[in-house]
């Protein structure tokens, strides 16, 4: 009796000692050839990638990734269905760059991306399947104000979109069709006044753009064909101050974008 007691003790030692080991074990996939337990990945040159962990091959719980370097890239929190995610994401020099939660490994719901320098909310950005939906919004890093709203569909630039100086006056606007700038687009000096007023064709500029000063007179027109420029004809000669004001291309100058796109 003693003999059975003790090799039935042995038994399960064997076993709870089996079990413990593949627990334990790294990069460990069953019999069935689904991941369990603790995971560590690595790049072609040895590098570290992530480190989890897995049970029936579905992620839960944190996961941590590395950039090259050894610091940390992105850390995630699976929930237990292994589809649902939160996750942060850092720049290079350890600031953070965004928050947000994945679905199925597609971004979903809202993301919020902030500045490399001083981790400043730069932008809103709203997901749906992976793909940007709705209103996104940038912002000026060091006012915080907002700098530029424009819609999305389907993860194109879709319908009315607005650029403001950081005082809050409005700098441009115009609207959007499937990525395309299309219609009246208008750009404003800081006192509201306008600056430029034009139109686009399937993007590209068309027709008549006038040009005018900060007294609100006229002074050059040009015209398009296809985005080409056919005619010009200028009125009067502005200031060279002036000059930098009116330029369309400055309006995109000072807003800040997410590098994580």
Not at 93 to 111: C, F, H, P, S, T
Not at 139 to 153: C, L, T
Request: charged share 35%; glycine share 10%.
């Amino acid at each position: 009796m003693n003999c059975r007691k003790y090799f039935i003790l042995i038994i399960l030692s064997f076993v709870v000692s089996s079990a413990f080991s593949q627990s334990e074990r790294e990069n460990y996939i069953d019999s069935k050839g689904k991941r369990q337990g603790a995971w560590k990945g690595y790049d072609p040159m040895g590098a570290l990638k992530f480190v989890g962990q897995f049970k029936d091959d579905k992620p839960y719980g944190k996961f941590t990734y590395y950039y090259t370097n050894g610091k940390t890239k992105a850390v995630t929190q699976f929930a237990p269905n292994g589809k649902d995610a939160t996750t942060e994401l850092f720049h290079k020099n350890g600031v953070i760059m965004a928050r947000g939660k994945y679905l199925n490994q597609q971004r979903e719901g809202e993301w919020r991306f902030y500045s490399d320098y001083d981790s400043a909310l730069i932008s809103t950005e709203h997901y749906i399947d992976g793909k940007r939906e709705g209103k996104i919004i940038t912002y000026y890093p060091e006012s915080g104000n907002i700098a530029e709203e424009i819609n999305y569909k389907d993860d194109w630039e879709e319908g009315p979109f607005k650029r403001f100086f950081d005082s809050g006056q409005v700098k441009a606007e115009g609207q959007y069709v499937r990525g395309r700038q299309v219609g009246v687009v208008k750009h404003y000096y800081a006192d509201g006044k306008v600056s430029i007023q034009g139109q686009y064709q399937k993007g590209l500029k068309s027709g008549i753009w006038s040009f005018y000063d900060e007294k609100g007179e006229l002074w050059k027109k040009d015209k398009y064909k296809n985005g080409r420029l056919i005619d010009s004809k200028i009125y009067k000669e502005p200031k060279e101050e002036e000059m930098k004001k009116i330029d369309e291309k400055d309006v995109f100058k000072d807003i800040p974008k997410s590098n994580d796109k």
